[in-house]
T-cell receptor
Framework: SQQGEEDPQALSIQEGENATMNCSYK?????LQWYRQNSGRGLVHLIL?????REKHSGRLRVTLDTSKKSSSLLITASRAADTASYFC?????????????FGKGTHLIIQP | KAGVTQTPRYLIKTRGQQVTLSCSPI?????VSWYQQTPGQGLQFLFE???????NKGNFPGRFSGRQFSNSRSEMNVSTLELGDSALYLC?????????????FGSGTRLTVV
């Protein structure tokens, strides 16, 4: 079953703009991870934020986590055409990955050149 | 270093047949997890192996099984294939469990059941 939902389901922006994707989840978590997938290929790990962290940065990526609202956001700054992909949030539930990662449905991001 | 290797990349099988998919994790990674991805259900957890033992299993019928070898390579098997088993099957590895730094995924095996 899906842990939560990404919002929006699809997003189209111009190159150079910032892209923000949101993720909500339902149960308590150990950490939350974001992955990118290009055209039905494998997932690429982008960033992991632990339940006791509120914000994390990695290059052009900024992730926030609000455990009281059970939500997270992924911000991609200065977008590039190569950022076109589907983005998934995945939760690792408390208990040490007892149920593997639980993924949302994903946000399909299109960067217009 | 080499990434997670899944073979074969593509597979076409007939209903009722069985199939075996293979996954070689990153060297030193002892945890291997399998996921099924379909347009309708999205990404769903199948099972996880660590040190040759199945640690967890998702909500899939017994037709889905797997194993892990002493070198951490893993195989998953699907018996009595159904049309609904058509999917992208992804393998992911991590050094330990839980994966404190995230998982590394392979490129997947796309299975088509006809």
């Amino acid at each position: 079953s899906q842990q939560g939902e990404e919002d929006p389901q699809a997003l189209s922006i111009q190159e150079g703009e910032n892209a923000t994707m949101n993720c909500s989840y339902k149960t308590s978590i150990n950490n939350l991870q974001w992955y990118r997938q290009n055209s039905g290929r494998g997932l690429v790990h982008l960033i992991l934020i632990r339940s006791n962290e509120r914000e994390k940065h990695s290059g052009r990526l900024r992730v926030t986590l609000d455990t009281s609202k059970k939500s997270s956001s992924l911000l991609i700054t200065a977008s590039r055409a190569a950022d076109t992909a589907s983005y998934f949030c995945a939760t690792d539930s408390s208990g040490g990955g007892a149920d593997g990662l639980t993924f949302g449905k994903g946000t399909h991001l299109i960067i217009q050149p | 270093k080499a990434g997670v290797t899944q073979t074969p990349r593509y597979l076409i099988k007939t209903r009722g047949q069985q199939v075996t998919l293979s996954c070689s994790p990153i060297s030193g990674h002892r945890s291997v997890s399998w996921y099924q991805q379909t347009p309708g259900q999205g990404l769903q957890f199948l099972f996880e192996y660590f040190s040759e033992t199945q640690r967890n299993k998702g909500n899939f019928p017994g037709r889905f099984s797997g194993r892990q070898f002493s070198n951490s390579r893993s195989e998953m098997n699907v018996s009595t294939l159904e049309l609904g088993d058509s999917a992208l099957y992804l393998c992911a590895s991590s050094r330990g469990r839980p994966a404190s730094y995230g998982y590394t995924f392979g490129s997947g095996t796309r299975l088509t059941v006809v």
